[in-house]
């Protein structure tokens, strides 16, 4: 814990649902950082299936569910644009140590971020690795020559996907505390399933 002490980590998602995947993913990086903040936003490389404000009521209530005061939906750091969401969070936190955290399927999209070197400058890059997406040697050689401070985060995400789950609706993979509202909102044509 002394390695990340004063260091909060930062988790966007599409929450598009969130699945057990983010669950543990949050989970996990309780164990290791003293704070975790988390928040839904739109992601431009992405068609979402749900409104923002929907994504954002799951993943709040994923939040409650995990139940841990080290772990605070801060919505207000949501944007399309990393670059804008690290400013928000240096604005916000100026004398903690931010540290970006993604899934090893994001690794390889970085270099195309938007002002990518500059993102990699405004914090760590922590990346969780996800089953079914390995990380390639030349994702991590890309990202250094960006400046990139990389950490692998000692963790396996099991291989739940929000995709899968609007594709092929499996309910196993989604939280049970989110089912009042998937059914309430009928999300992901979740409530038909058998």
Not at 39 to 63: F, G, I, Q
């Amino acid at each position: 814990m002394s390695k990340h002490q004063g260091t909060i980590a930062l988790f966007g998602t599409s929450a598009d649902p969130p699945t057990c995947g983010h669950q543990a993913l949050l989970e996990g990086l309780l164990a290791m950082f003293p704070k975790v903040a988390t928040w839904a936003s739109d992601n431009p490389m992405k068609r979402h299936c749900a409104p923002l404000e929907n994504r954002k009521a799951l993943l709040a209530t994923l939040v409650k569910a995990i139940a841990n005061p080290q772990l605070e939906l801060v919505q207000e750091l949501s944007s399309p644009w990393a670059i804008t969401t690290l400013k928000l969070a240096n604005t916000r936190w100026p004398s903690n140590e931010l540290v970006f955290v993604v899934g090893s399927d994001l690794a390889g999209q970085i270099p195309h971020w938007k002002d990518a070197r500059a993102v990699l400058q405004l914090a760590r890059l922590a990346i969780a690795p996800r089953q079914g997406w390995p990380l390639q040697l030349q994702q991590l050689e890309a990202l250094e020559c960006l400046g990139g401070r990389i950490e692998l985060l000692p963790m396996q995400i099991p291989a739940t996907s929000s995709s899968e789950v609007r594709s092929q609706p499996k309910p196993a993979q989604i939280p049970a505390a989110l089912w009042p509202l998937v059914l309430e909102h009928n999300l992901y044509g979740l409530a038909t399933s058998p």
